[in-house]
T-cell receptor, first 115, second 119 residues
Framework: ETGVTQSPTHLIKTRGQQVTLRCSSQ?????VSWYQQALGQGPQFIFQ???????GRGNFPPRFSGLQFPNYSSELNVNALELDDSALYLC??????????????FGPGTRLLVL | AQKVTQAQTEISVVEKEDVTLDCVYE???????LFWYKQPPSGELVFLIR??????QNEISGRYSWNFQKSTSSFNFTITASQVVDSAVYFC????????????????FGIGTKLQVIP
């Protein structure tokens, strides 16, 4: 196990609702990245948080937002849910934001279904 | 732009057979990093290996081995004497070494290869 935990494990929402997903990073890690993995696809980078600030973002609209807390845990918030937001959301933590020095370690994910 | 292609979407082998998972990548950078991850049905991505572009030495770890060939932009993964527990989706991923202005590195994943090992 990586020590990265995510909650909840599963979630069902309806279109237009808002959702918050949570991630606790591995002890000693200050960087959290979020990924969306649609069924049958590879993970797609959403954004990264380093020491409580967003320092990188993929091709996702502003209704995807996040937070990182002083203990380096993180939240992913999605507003105005759409059917296409149904996916596995993965959180990854690392000791630095620089993968030249450290690998990301992933949590078990949250499976979100939007009806 | 960086791209990772895993042409084999699904592979089935009988237990104890050897199997090779292919990965071809595209990048304009001369320095980059390649990864393999395993994703069992539980969903968690399990890190297997990281290789930087300057290290073309092949690596073996137990039944796993990796063949990195810069000339063909490939980073293939072989499982020897496959076991049922190897059944999973395997992802190849690429990260360029250059940090963006924001200081992060985007990791690009392939679509994954689903491996089924039949007893």
């Amino acid at each position: 196990e990586t020590g990265v935990t995510q909650s909840p494990t599963h979630l069902i929402k309806t279109r237009g609702q808002q959702v918050t997903l949570r991630c606790s990073s591995q002890s000693g890690h200050n960087t959290v990245s979020w990924y969306q993995q649609a069924l049958g696809q590879g993970p797609q980078f959403i954004f990264q948080y380093y020491r409580e600030e967003e320092n990188g973002r993929g091709n996702f609209p502003p209704r995807f937002s996040g937070l990182q807390f002083p203990n380096y845990s993180s939240e992913l918030n999605v507003n105005a849910l759409e059917l296409d937001d149904s996916a596995l959301y993965l959180c990854a933590s690392s000791g630095t934001r620089d993968s030249r020095r450290e690998t990301q370690y992933f949590g078990p994910g949250t499976r979100l279904l939007v009806l | 732009a960086q791209k990772v292609t895993q042409a084999q979407t699904e592979i089935s082998v009988v237990e104890k057979e050897d199997v090779t998972l292919d990965c071809v990548y595209e990048t304009r950078d001369t320095t980059y990093y390649l990864f393999w991850y395993k994703q069992p049905p539980s969903g968690e991505l399990v890190f297997l290996i990281r290789r930087n572009s300057f290290d073309e030495q092949n690596e073996i770890s137990g039944r796993y081995s990796w063949n990195f060939q810069k000339s063909t932009s490939s980073f293939n993964f072989t499982i020897t004497a496959s076991q049922v527990v190897d059944s999973a989706v395997y992802f190849c991923a690429l990260s360029e070494a250059t940090l963006t202005s924001g200081g992060y590195q985007k990791v690009t994943f392939g679509i994954g290869t689903k491996l089924q090992v039949i007893p």
